[in-house]
């Protein structure tokens, strides 16, 4: 695997920029022209668009890193308090990122009288694009890694640097099972969304297939630190995705029956 996309010297001094860091960046430029894109198919107002971009990349930093701070690896980093601030070493979470934008997001909309549902079609078929080149960052750096396994797609990772402590040992690459999947969902969310059917489906059902998604691929991930609940049976990232994926479709049901009448 690659933790960094390359790694120059010059004038004596390393250049080396970390993969995981260029994924993120061109996730979120792509997602950013993707939603402008989206946003003049549906009517909304570009510059809201500009504006909810801008809300997005620092809630994301901020809600992913401190998720996994809190949640994932307070050991560590109430020992190495300065490490939090280490944002260039890895160490986020989708779900800390999710939540703290639908929070932001929402508030946004509330302050600016803009179409939340409508909005969160858009935001979430860019997350899903944006996500898909995340987790191939994540791969290339070795985080977020999977349980030991002997199947033939199984992969071992080798770098000293890489983010992960199972070095020369074969595993799943859940980075690669959660971007195949999440690439599937933009598909589907890139498709129908010139063919919803009301505000918010495409954002909705884009949001509920990725909880099962990522319900499905924890089982198979192997970096267990990262906290679980009822005696080890369900991570925290699974525990959320039943409890978003379950609000996803109460609303969604809601909506349907609304749309029946």
């Known amino acids: 695997m690659h933790p960094y996309l390359f790694d120059w010297v010059v004038n004596g001094h390393p250049i080396r920029p970390p993969t995981f860091g260029v994924c993120l960046a061109l996730s ?26 801008l809300l997005i990349i620092a ?22 308090p300065l490490k939090i601030l280490a944002v260039w070493e890895g160490g986020y979470t989708f779900y800390g990122s999710a939540i703290t934008c639908l929070l932001g997001i929402y508030l946004f909309c509330r302050m600016f009288h803009f179409p939340f549902l409508s909005l969160m079609d858009v935001t979430v078929t860019s997350s899903a694009l944006g996500l898909t080149i995340g987790r191939l960052g994540c791969f290339a750096a070795g985080c977020c890694w999977g349980k030991v396994c002997d199947l033939p797609w199984g992969v071992t990772f080798t770098h000293p640097d890489a983010f992960n402590n199972v070095l020369g040992v074969k595993v799943h690459p859940t980075q690669l099972y959660e971007a195949a999947g999440a690439f599937l969902i933009f598909l589907y969310c890139q498709y129908f969304l010139r063919r919803r059917t009301f505000e918010g489906e495409i954002g909705l059902k884009g949001l509920l297939l990725y909880c099962l998604l990522r319900f499905i691929v924890e089982y198979y991930r192997g970096d267990a630190y990262r906290g679980f609940i009822f005696s080890g049976s369900l991570s925290y990232s699974q525990a959320l995705s039943a409890i978003l994926g379950g609000l996803c479709l109460i609303v969604l049901i809601k909506k349907n029956r609304v749309k029946s009448v």
Not at 34 to 47: D, I
């Open 28 to 53: 979120f430029s792509l997602g950013y022209f993707l939603a402008l894109r989206n946003a003049l198919v549906l009517g909304l107002n570009l510059k809201r668009i500009e504006q909810v971009f």
């Open 59 to 80: 809630f994301s930093i901020l809600g992913g890193r401190l998720f996994h701070v809190v949640f994932e690896d307070w050991a560590f980093y109430s020992e190495q």
